[in-house]
């Protein structure tokens, strides 16, 4: 089946919740306690803080994967912070050798050298390539394949036609993963090295005071406010348009709702619903309407009835008007 929809958890009790809601895949993340106690605070196991995105215990990532596999639903596991260091790799490999006797079915990682680790290893576990591995292209494919990678969740800024290039050239068999709802990035993640520690370094409030170098034409000044009153709002609607619900209460933000026909007739294994911290309501409302709208590509619904469908839902036209909440412009 393709276009399966991948839902974020991080408590044990959003496991049925958001299976019940048509979640059909799941992802957390994990933060063990031998973590906490030998790393610095900023040395995060995983892109999401530790406290409220993440599991703090194996038994209860233990329990959210017998819970979903009463559905027949796989786990899979983040650990993909940009790169570790040697002495972090022990650490790693006895949580994902303690994760693969859980029973979660695949590990989401970005490193280079835990995915080494892990395919001299042969844990029985798959590998999932992170966006934040950077695939964007056919030869990149190849060589995350010979590393034993299973599945490329691949970066935010492929358009849908740089996409099926990398599918249609890339080797098989391998899965293809991409972006669906909420949580954009204003970089390409993979490429922006800064810690989300002290928060994202493109949502800190810079003040600016430009003054133009002599010789510059007339008006540079206020072209220049200009563009960045526009960037300003670039980076509301990728913050989730200041993490607002629309009337329906469905989060708004980035969407890639309207696509989700060309991403079918590309072959996309599933779809991704962003926001490991969201609160419950938020992941349930996000995943309810992607079901939805993948229900309506399922049964073979034209692109257009299938992207009339999926604004009618979301409710806020002057939105999906502009190309910044739009993932596949």
């Known amino acids: 089946m393709k ?34 106690r030998d790393q610095p605070a900023d040395q995060w196991i995983n892109r999401r803080y530790p406290r409220g995105a993440n599991l703090c215990a194996l038994s209860q990532l233990a329990e959210s994967v017998r ?13 993909n ?18 994760a693969a006797e859980a029973g ?20 029985p576990i798959r590998r999932h390539l992170s966006s ?26 492929l358009s849908t036609r740089e996409i099926a290039a990398l599918r249609g050239r890339g080797p098989r068999p391998l899965e293809y993963e991409v972006f669906l709802l909420n949580d954009g990035c204003a970089y390409d993640e993979a490429l922006c090295l800064t810690s989300h520690h002290y928060g994202p370094i493109c949502l800190t409030p810079w003040k600016v005071d430009p003054h133009p170098m002599g010789g510059a034409k007339e008006g540079r000044t206020s072209k220049w406010a200009e563009n960045w009153h526009a960037y300003q709002r670039y980076l509301w609607c990728l913050n989730n348009c200041g993490s607002s619900c ?10 890639g709702l309207c696509a989700l026909s060309a991403l079918g007739a590309i072959g996309i294994d599933a779809v991704k619903v962003v926001g490991r911290e969201a609160s419950t309501p938020r992941k349930l409302a996000s995943v309810r309407v992607a079901r939805a709208v993948v229900e309506r590509v399922r049964l ?30």
């Open 3 to 36: 276009l399966k929809v991948l839902a974020p958890f991080s408590a044990v009790e959003e496991v049925e919740p958001l299976i019940a809601a048509g979640a059909e895949e799941l992802y957390c993340g994990f933060v063990p306690a031998v973590w906490v």
């Open 67 to 79: 819970l979903a596999a009463r559905w027949q639903v796989p786990v899979f596991l983040t650990v």
């Open 81 to 98: 912070a940009h790169c570790y260091s040697p002495a972090q790799l022990p650490t790693l490999m006895k949580m994902a050798e303690l």
């Open 104 to 123: 979660v079915q695949a590990l989401i990682v970005s490193d280079l050298s835990l995915l080494l680790a892990l395919r001299d290893a042969a844990l």
């Open 132 to 157: 934040l591995g950077h695939c964007t292209n056919a030869e990149a494919a190849s060589f995350f394949a010979e590393l034993g990678v299973e599945r490329l969740i691949l970066p935010r800024g």
């Open 246 to 255: 629309g009337a329906s209460g469905l989060p708004n933000g980035p969407c």
């Open 300 to 329: 073979g619904e034209s692109a257009e009835a299938v992207s009339g469908y999926a604004r009618e839902l979301r409710g806020t036209p002057e939105l999906c008007e502009s190309t910044y909440t739009c993932y596949y412009r």
